[in-house]
């Protein structure tokens, strides 16, 4: 079959010349038969060429013991590349002689007459074999893992004659076996026996060891024991197979060794056990110290040690694993560590446990952190002090102390507590205050800088952290000196202002007064103002170092033209150009008489007619247009409105008179036509309720008492007979309708119905219909009536 599947791999069309063979054929070469036993030869064929063929197999020589017949008489064709076969039937004769006896077969092709192929068969005439094993198909043993399992078992042959026996093994496992007398390790046996004798086969088969839980208890390979006869080359076979035995067993995988723990704190360790047996097992784990098992519980020193996740009551399957847990929980110490083993079996074998080391120390973790706000503080004022709150948090994992220490400090003053405070494990402490303060006569904007330590009770720097600030510019201008004074009309001011702040500064100088009139700034040298301007009211300058000074002056017109007296006031703000929010002013003020003249009042009355005269006809000039549109639209609409009075006149003197009727809401209109006065209500006699109350009790009958209500049991009597009735008269309708109908008189008319006269003819229309008339169309408006 392996040289089928290969030819059929091979291309199917290809050209075939003479020389090329057009079969591949399958013969056996050798045939074993019994006397006056036929038995079939199988004969197949391959086309190997491109195109069909035909060929034909004759017999070209036989012994005259043998027959052969069933062979095809005509050509067998044969398409390109199909396979195929048939059967043939050798018979020996009953006086066959014992041996070999060669025959041959003569194989051509239609289409090439020069191929063909002999093939020569040695017909073997055997003896019978009668080979027969000492047991039966299907028997099974039980085997333990990684032992030489020796099995024996007897054959015997009753076959009449001497037979040489070819014993060899058969099976799909990978398990080794071997027979015991074979020299040559060739996995056979050659066995000589007697007529009537049995012989024992002895063999071994190696049984592997149980790994990942395989193979599993009760399982096992199947092995075929095949003793061939050397008679007639039959095959006698025994059956059998290997069940492994039950194996418990446990390994541990993995497992963490060593576990560092807080003080006063718990961990745990990872230990993977694993069922390595080939059976379902249950799990027992021990804790032991000191070489003696105490449990899955262990307390000692203030230690306590716990085994986790076990679950002894659920069994683990073959090569499943478990992870389990050993935890340990620390005293609140500085130090310590502690040992254990643990102790992995399966239940009830503690000949196959297995045992390991784990260890737990206490870690001791000193350390602390210092947080703040780095955006507070960030300045100080003058003469002042900024706090800066510190937070400190023991991130440790053991109760410390700690505090705080100020180095390297410079230009500015840092002061803290240096008190120690103690904090548990993640305990934060309250707020500490670093107060902070600048340095007398120091610059604005200085820089202060310093070092902040976390110290432990042993002295171990934990943090450094640096802490700057500054010193906040403090703007502080006085006026050192001012004198004003009245020449000429003009008050002028003379004035010196000096910067006694921690900074360089500078000033913007602004000028105003109480009244509109000329002023001007005299600038000091190296200010900036405003050159091409005649009358300077601001000027800036810049650059003022700490307490130096300057002098500027200025002036301004006293007014003389006032209805009345009042006092004049020159004002001068300064603004720092670092602090604009804060403004120095100084002011001036000087008293001036009013302006006095007769002729004023009356050229001021003038004056404003005038110009209300003025405007007026400005107005008028400039709405010219669009008041002639409205004197002209307003002529058009008038002369249109008369036009259309006239032309309503003459129609209606055309039109002939109609009698308007009312609306029905007129005639509710004529009422309030009418002026008949109004009768006024006659007013009602009073009498007083309690003499109305007596004269109708007095008329009325005397009140009758209440009836007493009826027993509701006369009630429910009652009630019972009615229904008695109602139910015996429905009975007695229902009798009459039934009888009727079964009398036939299924449609019988209402006695009433013979009442109506025959003649009457149904009226079977109640309403005539309007014919409806068509509403006539309006006719078209008036178009006179736009006279626009």
Partial sequence: M??????????LDFSASADDHPFNFYIDDELVVHRSETVQLRIAWHNIVGDERHFKIELNNTDSSISVSDIPQNFTRVASGRLGEFTMNITADENSTYGNHPISFDITCQEDLDWKITHNLDVMVSRW???????????????????????????????????????????????????????????????????????????????????????????????????????????????????????????????????????????????????????????????????????????????????????????????????IEIGFDSPNVQSGDLSVNLIAQPLNFPHRSKSITLNSSINLLRSGNVEYDSSSCNSVEVDSYCQKMITIENTGNFYDQFKLNIVDQSGMNFEVSGDYIGLSRNQASQQIPINITTIENADGFQTGTATLQLINAEGTILESHTITSSTA?????????????????????????????????????????????????????????????????????????????????????IPDDQSSDDDFYLNITANSRLAEDKPFTFSANSS??????????????????????????????????????????????????????????????????????????????????????VPSPVES????????????????????????????????????????????AVKTQIGELTDSISRGELSKPHGSNELLPSDIIPVTERTVPRPKTEDEIPSMLDLDDLDL
């Fill in 685 to 728: 006699p009073q009498i007083p309720a309690e003499a109305f109350t007596g004269l109708f009790k007095a008329s009325s009958k005397p009140a009758q008492p209440a009836l007493e209500p009826v027993d509701s049991r006369l009630v429910g009597a009652a009630s019972t007979v009615l229904d008695h009735h109602d139910i015996t």
């Fill in 473 to 557: 510019p403090f703007v502080n201008w006085i006026w050192e000196d001012s004198q004003s004074a009245v020449s000429n009309g003009k008050l002028e001011i003379s004035m010196t202002m000096r910067n006694e702040g921690n900074i360089v500064d500078g000033l913007i100088i602004k000028m105003s007064s109480s009244y509109f009139t000329e002023m001007s700034l005299i600038p000091p040298e190296g200010a900036i103002y405003e050159s091409s301007s005649s009358s300077i009211r601001s000027f800036e300058i810049i650059d003022l170092e700490k307490g130096s000074n300057f002098t500027f002056r200025g002036w301004a017109q």
């Fill in 129 to 323: 074999s009668n080979l027969i094993f000492g047991a039966n198909d299907g028997s099974s043993f039980y085997v333990q893992q990684n032992v030489n399992t020796s099995l024996a078992v007897n054959l015997t042959n009753l076959a009449g004659f001497t037979d040489n026996v070819t014993i060899s093994m058969d099976t799909n496992s990978f398990w080794s076996y071997g027979f015991v007398g074979d020299v040559n390790n060739d996995k056979t046996l050659l066995l000589e026996i007697e007529n009537g004798s049995d012989v024992f086969v002895y063999f071994y088969i190696m049984t592997p060891p149980i790994l990942n839980g395989a193979p599993l208890a009760g399982t096992g390979p199947t092995f075929t024991l095949n003793a061939q006869s050397g008679l007639d080359k039959r095959i006698e076979s025994w059956t059998f197979s290997l069940e492994m035995q039950t194996f418990h067993n446990i390994t541990i995988d993995e497992f963490e060794q060593i576990l560092d723990v807080d003080p006063g704190d718990d961990g745990r360790l990872k230990v993977t056990v694993r069922n390595n047996g080939n059976i379902d097992t249950f799990l027992d784990t021990t804790l032991s110290i000191g070489g003696s098992a105490n449990g899955d519980r262990i307390e000692i020193n203030g230690w306590t040690v716990a085994i986790f996740n076990a679950f002894d009551l659920i069994p683990l399957g073959p090569n499943e694993s478990r992870i």
């Fill in 2 to 11: 392996v040289w089928v599947v290969l030819i059929l791999m091979l291309p």
């Fill in 592 to 677: 001036f008489d009013a302006f006095s003249n007769p002729k004023d009042d009356t050229f001021k009355l003038v004056q404003s007619v005038s110009s209300v005269v003025s405007n007026l006809l400005q107005v008028i000039w400039a709405w010219k247009l669009i008041l002639l549109a409205v004197l002209v639209s307003g002529i058009m609409i008038n002369k249109s409105l008369k036009d259309r009075k006239i032309r309503l006149e003459n129609q209606t003197l055309t039109d002939p008179q109609q009698i308007e009727n009312g609306e029905p809401e007129d005639w509710m209109a004529e009422f309030s036509k009418k002026r008949q006065q």
